[in-house]
T-cell receptor
Framework: KAGVTQTPRYLIKTRGQQVTLSCSPI?????VSWYQQTPGQGLQFLFEYFSETQRNKGNFPGRFSGRQFSNSRSEMNVSTLELGDSALYLC???????????????FGQGTRLTVV | QKEVEQNSGPLSVPEGAIASLNCTYS??????FFWYRQYSGKSPELIMSIYSNGDKEDGRFTAQLNKASQYVSLLIRDSQPSDSATYLC???????????FGTGTLLAVQP
């Protein structure tokens, strides 16, 4: 059974540019969440998508956005990149069905974004 | 007060010893609790989940949950050098995929 797949693994972008990251969840999982990990702030929740709808949102500026497709694959977009956006971006998939026993989340390998 | 708190460590234990990792959380509405292991340069790997008060054992790992005291712990028996990693405690309030993470505890198992 394939795990969570994130592409690309590494990105280098210039300030002011925009970037799109992709995440394919585990087969059968309908929920995808995105996290930003930095040495100073740790793992911070960005947003969650379930059945193509944003279900939860963290405290990030509007430059961070996402979407989910009918096959549960998700993309995250960051516009007008800033140096502080340099981080490891992780997505996690879970079943998404009701009930706390369905909340186990599995992470992809992440996309390392460097803004110069 | 942080929502999920962990001692950053490093926690150093000799090979074969028991490593004890602790985590406290502030939201009494939290319902599910997880421990992830993260090796340097890698992504977090789920190692334990716990939903009700008490102990849950899986191999060398035991998770303990006390909702009244709002703490979760992870015990690693017979610690191995390969257990050296950062251990992240995560808490979920509801039945969604929104995890609140602690900053992690760095565990170093000395051969």
């Amino acid at each position: 059974k394939a795990g969570v797949t994130q592409t690309p693994r590494y990105l280098i972008k210039t300030r002011g540019q925009q970037v799109t990251l992709s995440c394919s969840p585990i087969s059968g999982h309908r929920s995808v969440s995105w996290y930003q990990q930095t040495p100073g702030q740790g793992l911070q929740f960005l947003f969650e998508y379930f059945s193509e709808t944003q279900r939860n949102k963290g405290n990030f500026p509007g430059r961070f956005s996402g979407r989910q497709f009918s096959n549960s694959r998700s993309e995250m977009n960051v516009s007008t990149l800033e140096l502080g956006d340099s981080a490891l971006y992780l997505c996690a998939s879970s079943l998404g069905k009701s009930g706390i026993l369905n909340t186990e989340a599995f992470f992809g390998q992440g996309t390392r974004l460097t803004v110069v | 007060q942080k929502e999920v708190e962990q001692n950053s460590g490093p926690l150093s234990v000799p090979e074969g010893a028991i490593a004890s990792l602790n985590c406290t959380y502030s939201d009494r509405g939290s319902q599910s609790f997880f421990w992830y292991r993260q090796y340097s340069g890698k992504s977090p790997e789920l190692i334990m989940s716990i939903y009700s008060n008490g102990d849950k054992e899986d191999g060398r790992f035991t998770a303990q949950l006390n909702k009244a005291s709002q703490y979760v712990s992870l015990l690693i028996r017979d610690s191995q050098p390969s257990d050296s990693a950062t251990y992240l405690c995560a808490v979920n309030r509801g039945a969604t995929n929104k995890l609140i993470f602690g900053t992690g505890t760095l565990l170093a198992v000395q051969p």
